[in-house]
């Protein structure tokens, strides 16, 4: 199933009849009158917006703006989760065999030896601040899950343009020499291991 379908049929679910008619209201110069008056739920009028492209899962600042109007800004959060989260570009292409090692390698030497300094190296890897809080309040008193839940949301991220060499150069970038020394030599046993 469309993720972006889902959230839609999630949104929809939460919107009372008098912030639906404030929405039609909103869409009075978008749709026509007489599909607006069929209109009876919320997916019903996403739809609409859906056909005449006015929303798709790469575009929602119409519908974030007309949930603020309607002061639902909790709407308007999980959609812009939503798209921070990627759903709405993830890659489908997972790394090949032999990255997702090298990962497996590199994260598990991150993880062993950055401590409270992680946030630095994860807005290296172009976090939102808001999903370091969200992954911060999922694991509020466990620093080493917090780095793990964070490394395993950039792999998911990038999909298969997650890198290990991107890993590398964001713990130089933060002067974390003496890991990025060890998680390349690890990497090196691992080839020389392999020939």
């Not at 949104?11 to 007489?34: M, N, P, Q, T, V």
């Not at 062993?112 to 808001?130: Q, T």
Request: net charge negative; glycine share 2%; proline share 2%.
């Amino acid at each position: 199933m469309d993720p972006f379908l889902a959230l839609l049929n999630s949104l929809s679910a939460s919107l009372s009849h008098r912030e639906l008619d404030e929405l039609k209201f909103l869409c009075r110069d978008r749709i026509g009158k007489r599909k607006l008056e069929s209109v009876q739920s919320g997916r019903e009028l996403f739809n609409f917006l859906l056909e005449q492209q006015l929303i798709a899962s790469h575009n929602v600042d119409l519908l974030k703006s007309m949930f603020k109007t309607i002061k639902r800004e909790d709407l308007s959060s999980q959609l812009e989760q939503f798209i921070e989260e990627g759903e709405a570009s993830a890659p489908d292409e997972q790394p090949d065999v032999n990255e997702r090692r090298l990962q497996k390698v590199v994260i598990q030497v991150i993880c062993e030896n950055v401590g409270r300094d992680w946030k630095m190296l994860i807005r290296k890897l172009d976090f939102s601040e808001a999903k370091i809080d969200r992954i911060m309040a999922a694991n509020p008193c466990d620093l080493r899950e917090q780095l793990v839940q964070s490394l395993r949301e950039w792999q998911k991220w990038k999909g298969k343009d997650a890198k290990v060499t991107d890993l590398i150069k964001a713990l130089r970038d933060c002067n974390m020499n003496l890991v990025a020394d060890m998680a390349e030599q690890k990497l090196s046993h691992l080839n020389t291991e392999n020939m």
